[in-house]
C-alpha cells in the first residue's frame, strides 16, 4: 500500500469518525472500518491512523469547545457534563469500532496513548481548559462543594 492509497483509505475513516460524532453512524460498516483501519497499520501507515484520529477528534472539540463556552453560568455544569457523557461514549465507538488493532500493536510499540485515553486528553486541553470555560467551571464546581 502506498501513500496516495493510505490517504484515500484515512479520507473514508476520518468520513466515519464525524459521522459517529454527529450521531449519523448508523448506515456505517464496522467491520470495513475495523478492516480499513487494521491494513492502514499492517502496511505500516499506524502514524497516518493516529495521527488522523488525533487531529479529527481535536477539530470535532473545537466546534463543542465554541458551543459550550457559550452558554450561561446557570446551564455550563449541565452543558459539560452533557458533552462529557457524549464524548466517552463516541471515543468508546472510534476506539471498538476503527482502532482497536492499532492501540494492541503500533500504539504499544511506539509508546503513544492508547486512543480512549488520547481522546480524554483532548477533551481535557480543548473544553476543560478553554479560556471560557475553565475558571468559570471551577467556581461553579466549588461553590457547588461549598453548599
Not at 477528534?57 to 455550563?76: D, F, I, T
Not at 449541565?78 to 494492541?104: E, F, N, P, T
Not at 480524554?120 to 453548599?147: G, M, P, Y
Request: with cysteine.
Amino acid at each position: 500500500m502506498d501513500g496516495p492509497a493510505a490517504t484515500l483509505i484515512w479520507s473514508g475513516l476520518r468520513t466515519a469518525i464525524a459521522e459517529i460524532h454527529n450521531q449519523d453512524a448508523s448506515l456505517l460498516s464496522f467491520e470495513e472500518l475495523y478492516r480499513n483501519a487494521y491494513n492502514l497499520v499492517l502496511h505500516k501507515h499506524g502514524g497516518v491512523l493516529y495521527d488522523g484520529v488525533q487531529e479529527a477528534v481535536g477539530q470535532h472539540l473545537e466546534g463543542v469547545a465554541s458551543r459550550v463556552s457559550g452558554v450561561s453560568e446557570g446551564e455550563l455544569l449541565g452543558a459539560v457534563s452533557g458533552v462529557w457523557s457524549d464524548h466517552q461514549l463516541k471515543m468508546v465507538m472510534v476506539r471498538d469500532s476503527i482502532c482497536m488493532y492499532m492501540d494492541r500493536t503500533y500504539v504499544v510499540q511506539q509508546k503513544k496513548k492508547p486512543v480512549y485515553e488520547l481522546g480524554l486528553q483532548i477533551f481535557r486541553e480543548r473544553i476543560w481548559e478553554h479560556k471560557n470555560v475553565k475558571d468559570r467551571l471551577t467556581s461553579i464546581l466549588l461553590a457547588n462543594i461549598c453548599r
